[in-house]
């Protein structure tokens, strides 16, 4: 079982590029209910990565937390199940 979550962004306000601190991680597109498949990318030992589905440029910024972004408010997170 994996000892960290995977974090997962949106882009709801439709900015070109979002900083991150997370190399691996999931984008949703928008929060839903407007989002695309959920995909999980990898930029490896690259800076940057497009999503395929919705083209938001996502760049990794060392000084940000996993569960940081910038523009801020970009995380979002999976509802906890009732």
């Known amino acids: ?3 960290h979550a995977i974090p997962h962004f949106a882009n709801d306000a ?3 590029a979002i900083h991150i601190g997370a190399r691996e991680f999931m ?3 928008a929060k839903p209910p407007f ?3 959920h995909v999980f990318l ?3 030992d690259e ?5 395929p589905y919705c083209s ?3 760049k990794f910024r060392a000084d940000l937390h996993a569960d940081e972004s910038d523009p801020a408010g970009c995380l ?3 509802p906890a199940a009732a």
Do not use: Q
């Open 1 to 3: 079982m994996a000892d």
């Open 14 to 16: 439709g900015v070109s």
């Open 27 to 29: 984008c949703v597109g």
């Open 35 to 37: 989002d695309h498949p």
């Open 42 to 44: 990898d930029m490896g």
């Open 47 to 51: 800076a940057e990565i497009i999503c």
């Open 56 to 58: 938001t440029l996502f």
């Open 76 to 78: 979002w997170k999976t």
